[in-house]
């Protein structure tokens, strides 16, 4: 079984009649194991490749020579299937019609899957719900997996289905498996696939040079396989009369979990986290408490991690209200930074697509706040992807000039990357 460890970094300290707590929650994993060989149940892997006619020859070449790599790091015994897809999707491997739409992998069916990709051609158009359906499909055909994921490579915008049948496929989805999108080129719309895989607890990322996209897959599918712990959720119990404000993932990326929650019971929510590898995440909680007066002391939320049944970790978030105003004052460091991480990502999507727009005083505006959050923040991966859009003159106060000519790519690299987040040092 793996082991989960947890640390709360918070103020506790609220002046008379505060209300506000704000802590940050770090949940530690180790000793994950692989993924369907710790007894929970199987692991069932599926390559959803766009073989639509924008892909041409270099990135169908391409994505084939990926697809094929990552079957190689696909553990022996895991269940998988490999989808292909443009306006419509197809079953590549396994061929069959009917039963189990998946097979476990071996030497003979992984050569058999690969024999498979080689016949991709680059035809047709784009509809990334019936892909997503398909996989449902394919994941539900098979009785007893416990870690589902799937990688999705695209190169366009979805063109052959509206955004109502998009996001309803995406909804019927949700909860069934994990999805790491990847968009390949410039042609793709980063707000379209960040969609998926927000909804579906995986990335988002940009390919701008295929001959990388192999090394991509590899290091996808190891991950994937790396996450022994199929799924797992955040709990949080609140005292009678409390408020949950939010619920962030605020580390390795920003990802807003406050409507993903269900109730357990009258008090405590319980927040989609997925599965987890030997990793470690921070989850920003704010919770609203009644009013209290000097003095008194409350616990403002119980955080707790849980898979299945079984409660692995908790931490405690306290409040107690003081007449002292040298500690009521006083910013948690783990708060403050992850806060600014949050308004980053924030300030970052909303300049770029003020740019897109033509609003070129908004986005100076925006891209000025998230270069000048980048510099407090230390977070160097931003820092320097903004500086391949606009000129920096002062990053201390985010003093900045758009420029005239960007490359596509490193405006999709940094839109990408914006939900990124940096630990605090020290």
Not at 26 to 34: D, K, M, R, Y
Not at 264 to 283: C, F, I, K, V
Not at 303 to 314: N, P, S, W
Request: aromatic share 6%.
């Amino acid at each position: 079984m793996a082991d989960f460890t947890s640390a709360v970094y918070q103020n506790e300290y609220l002046p008379d009649g505060g209300t506000d707590v704000s802590a940050i929650v770090n949940i530690v994993c180790s000793n994950a194991g692989v993924a369907g060989r710790t007894g929970v149940g199987d692991a069932g892997e599926i390559i959803i490749v766009d073989t639509s006619g924008s892909m041409g020859m270099a990135n169908m070449q391409a994505a084939k020579q990926a697809a094929m790599a990552a079957l190689d790091f696909v553990v022996d015994g895991t269940f998988f299937a490999v989808v292909a897809g443009n306006h419509k999707a197809y079953l590549a491997f396994p061929l069959v019609q009917s039963g189990m739409g998946m097979l476990r992998m071996s030497e003979t069916t992984r050569e058999e899957a690969k024999r498979a990709i080689a016949y991709f051609r680059a035809d047709g158009g784009t509809a990334m719900g019936t892909w997503l359906n398909l996989a449902k499909s394919l994941f539900s055909s098979v009785p007893g997996l416990a870690n589902k994921h799937a990688i999705l490579l695209t190169d366009g915008e979805n063109h052959n289905e509206t955004q109502t049948q998009l996001s309803a496929a995406i909804q019927n989805c949700l909860g069934a498996f994990q999805v790491d999108c990847r968009g390949v080129g410039v042609d793709w719309k980063v707000a379209e696939i960040r969609q998926i895989a927000q909804a579906l607890l995986g990335t988002v990322d940009i390919i701008p040079n295929p001959a990388k996209m192999g090394a991509v897959f590899q290091e996808l599918m190891s991950k994937s396989m790396a996450r022994g712990v199929s799924s797992a959720e955040l709990r949080v119990w609140i005292p009678q009369g409390a408020q949950v404000m939010f619920v962030k993932q605020v580390s390795p990326t920003v990802e807003d979990l406050t409507r993903r929650g269900t109730p357990l019971n009258q008090l405590t929510m319980s927040y989609p986290t997925g599965a987890w590898g030997d990793e470690d995440r921070d989850y920003h909680i704010s919770v609203r408490l009644p009013a209290k007066s000097v003095g008194q002391e409350q616990l403002a939320a119980r955080v707790q991690l849980a898979v299945g049944a079984e409660l692995l970790t908790q931490g405690l978030i306290k409040a107690k209200w003081s007449a002292d105003t040298n500690l009521t004052a006083q910013i948690n460091p783990e708060v403050a930074h992850y806060t600014g991480q949050a308004e980053l990502a924030q300030a970052i999507q909303e300049g770029l697509a003020a740019k897109a727009e033509g609003d070129d005083a908004t986005a100076t505006i925006k891209l000025g706040r998230a270069v000048l959050l980048a510099n407090e923040t230390d977070n160097i991966e931003a820092t320097m992807k903004l500086r391949k859009v606009v000129d920096v003159a002062d990053a201390a106060t985010g003093k900045i000039r758009l420029r005239k000519s960007v490359d596509k790519a490193d405006e999709m690299a940094l839109d990408t990357a914006s939900t990124k987040t940096t630990r605090i040092r020290g």
